[in-house]
């Protein structure tokens, strides 16, 4: 199993460049991706990546050596989760000790990034979709539009587990109705390469 950074790391390596999205939407968006059936190689993924956070052109300096490989193994380790029959993708959102507002928030984000990944990973337009898919596809989008104003309470802590435990696994169904073949790891790369005949453009 694949262990990702915390979500509070991304925020200490994000936060001081100046990035535009969360750690969550970011997540969210490269979860999309990989759900939709593209695959991309370390230079596309980590400029999809500072495009999405905003962080070229006068921003590019700023980007050191140690945020550029956290985020290539950011793709990394979720395509291994992704894989993995254990079902072990971690969502990439506060922790529990985290206020249940900002953890709301972080879920809402990470389902808008999805949606957005999701929606430009390749799929062809006449792609037929599973009731189950459908479904998850409309219910990330209610998500999206969620409140953050709930109080601390047992219930609204039950009440998150159950929605983000299910947004978990509606991600992890989609990427096995819609993802490729797995791939093969790159030595010495946090990268999955992609199949010769995979059909994906980069």
């Not at 500072?50 to 290539?72: G, H, R």
């Not at 000790?97 to 999805?114: H, K, M, N, P, V």
């Not at 062809?124 to 189950?132: I, K, L, P, Y």
């Not at 587990?161 to 990427?175: D, K, T």
């Amino acid at each position: 199993m694949s262990t990702l950074l915390s979500f509070d790391d991304y925020c200490d390596l994000l936060v001081p460049v100046g990035a535009l999205n969360s750690p969550a939407e970011l997540h969210g968006m490269l979860c999309g991706r990989l759900c939709g059936g593209s695959r991309l190689l370390r230079a596309d993924w980590l400029s999809l990546a500072w495009n999405f956070l905003d962080l070229v052109d006068e921003q590019e300096t700023k980007i050191d050596q140690a945020l550029e490989d956290s985020i290539a193994e950011l793709y990394n380790g979720t395509l291994v989760q992704l894989q993995d029959e254990s079902l072990s993708l971690q969502l990439l959102v506060p922790d529990d000790e985290t206020d249940i507002g900002q953890r709301l928030q972080a879920l809402s984000q990470w389902c808008y990034g999805f949606l957005t990944g999701f929606g430009s990973s390749g799929l062809s337009g006449d792609q037929t979709f599973s009731n189950e898919s459908a479904e998850a596809l409309r219910d990330y989008a209610s998500i999206v539009q969620i409140g953050t104003d709930e109080d601390e309470s047992e219930q609204s802590e039950t009440d998150f587990f159950e929605v983000s435990e299910y947004v978990r696994l509606a991600a992890i169904n989609m990427f096995l109705e819609f993802g490729l073949p797995k791939g093969q790891l790159i030595p010495g790369s946090p990268v999955i390469k992609p199949a010769a005949d995979n059909g994906v453009l980069h």
